[in-house]
């Protein structure tokens, strides 16, 4: 009798038509963002898609928002960190993509992959300058979200992108700094793979 049972309940949920729903909202495509164990390039660029798709598509509702909103002045705030916020995580994806390409030293044993490793470079290259262009971006929704009119206003269900907030507007985090470093360090690189010849190693 269970298993007769059994066999009904999965033949229902077989036959059940799967209702799915169509992402259509900022709020949702940012969901969408998420951090593997493991960083490989493919789930780097899946999560630079989804956060692209987050600052390109309308906001949901405020009632849907990713915190609780009071009032008009509120939301105006909330969806200046949130274009912040999403612009440093795409930050932070081109560097994750980058760190999978990128050699922190010329060893003299890799000459033989000479070749090789400077494609590996250019291709890191590339992940820090694209990420640049987002920097920009975030700079200027901070300072959007610092404007006095928001004086004295904190949404505390997105405490983390006030805390961001703050830190750009403090100085602490400028990822203009470190790009520029990331870059200055692997045009060293390069240069110091293309110096090697045969009598390297």
């Given amino acids: 009798m269970k298993k007769l049972f059994l066999i009904f309940i999965a033949g ?13 909202y900022a709020e949702q495509f940012y969901e969408l963002y998420h951090n593997h164990l493991y960083q490989y390039p493919d789930d780097s660029a899946e999560n630079i898609y989804y956060l692209g798709m987050a600052l390109r598509s309308d906001f949901a509702n405020p009632l849907n928002a990713l915190a609780k909103i009071n009032n008009e002045k ?13 612009n440093l995580r795409i930050i932070d994806s081109y560097i994750k993509m980058a760190t999978k390409f990128d050699r922190q030293k010329a ?25 640049l262009n987002f920097w920009d971006d975030a700079l200027e929704w901070s300072k959007k979200a610092s404007s006095p009119k928001f004086s004295w206003m904190f949404i ?29 360090r692997v045009d060293k690189l390069i240069a110091e793979f293309e110096a090697m010849d045969e009598n390297t190693y």
Avoid at 74 to 86: A, D, G, Q
């Fill in 12 to 24: 229902i949920i077989v036959s059940s038509p799967l209702f799915a729903y169509k992402i259509l």
């Fill in 156 to 184: 505390e269900d997105i405490q983390y992108w006030e805390d961001e907030n703050y830190r750009i507007q403090q100085g602490e985090l400028d990822y203009q700094a470190i790009l520029t470093r990331q870059i200055e």
């Fill in 74 to 86: 509120e939301w105006e705030k909330y969806r200046y960190l949130f274009y912040m916020h999403v």
């Fill in 107 to 131: 060893y003299f044993y890799n000459a033989p992959w000479q070749q090789a490793n400077i494609e590996s470079l250019n291709k890191a290259k590339e992940c820090y300058v694209y990420a």
